[in-house]
């Protein structure tokens, strides 16, 4: 059994990787979260499904120049797009100096250039708003997930304050199903009921095709390991 999960997961993850659409940052640009979900790099592509996606990015860039020139970073913002092509790439706002950075984000929507294949890609934008005191954007994954609360957007049929529990879920799940395959359940197959063991492959796929991509790769390593 444990062999025939592995297959059809790694069938599911094909399918959803034939479907994806390419999320790139540029230069300057730092990719936190995508979907809710914490970004499986910050600096270089990501794979998404296409459909309406919510990124939340910041400008890290370094502006002026010699003795003057110093690293600019903005604050979080959260950007929501529609993905309908192969692939999105984001930009910072124009900012060649320090001076033209605070400008730019001092706009209550600065002007990010995102591009789909090449063309420019309307999106809508939000500054995150962070909490009082020095540390404003610690644990932005909550911030983010009571952003999304408030404003009733879910990821998947789950709502934002859900998602972060789906790996532990399939981590679960998957005990179980592993443990229906060890030798003392092949020695008692009476035991184990064809309906229940059904349920528990249905739950599994079910449980995994609402994971991130970065939850199937930790998952399907794990499955393989209990080899």
Request: charged fraction near 25%.
């Amino acid at each position: 059994m444990k062999k025939s999960v592995i297959t059809i997961l790694l069938a599911a993850s094909s399918a959803f990787a034939a479907s994806a659409a390419t999320l790139t940052p540029m230069n300057g640009v730092s990719l936190l979260y995508v979907n809710g979900q914490e970004s499986e790099s910050k600096i270089r592509s990501n794979d998404v499904e296409s459909g309406t996606t919510q990124v939340v990015v910041r400008m890290d860039k370094k502006v002026g120049r010699g003795s003057s020139q110093s690293v600019y970073t903005s604050a979080p913002y959260v950007i929501t797009f529609n993905i309908t092509g192969d692939e999105v790439k984001i930009n910072h706002p124009v900012a060649r100096s320090k001076q033209e950075a605070s400008a730019a984000f001092r706009l209550p929507e600065p002007e990010w250039r995102i591009t789909q294949d090449g063309n420019s890609l309307p999106y809508t934008t939000e500054k995150l708003k962070g909490r009082e005191g020095v540390l404003p954007y610690s644990g932005m994954n909550e911030l983010i997930a009571d952003y999304n609360e408030q404003r009733g957007i879910t990821f998947g049929g789950e709502s934002a304050s859900e998602v972060a529990s789906v790996t532990a879920t399939v981590a679960a799940t998957a005990t179980t199903a592993v443990a229906a395959s060890t030798p003392k359940a092949v020695e008692k197959p009476q035991a184990v009921k064809g309906d229940a063991r059904s349920s528990n492959m249905e739950q599994l796929q079910a449980l995994y095709l609402k994971a991130s991509k970065t939850e199937r790769k930790e998952f399907r390593k794990w499955m393989i390991d209990q080899e």
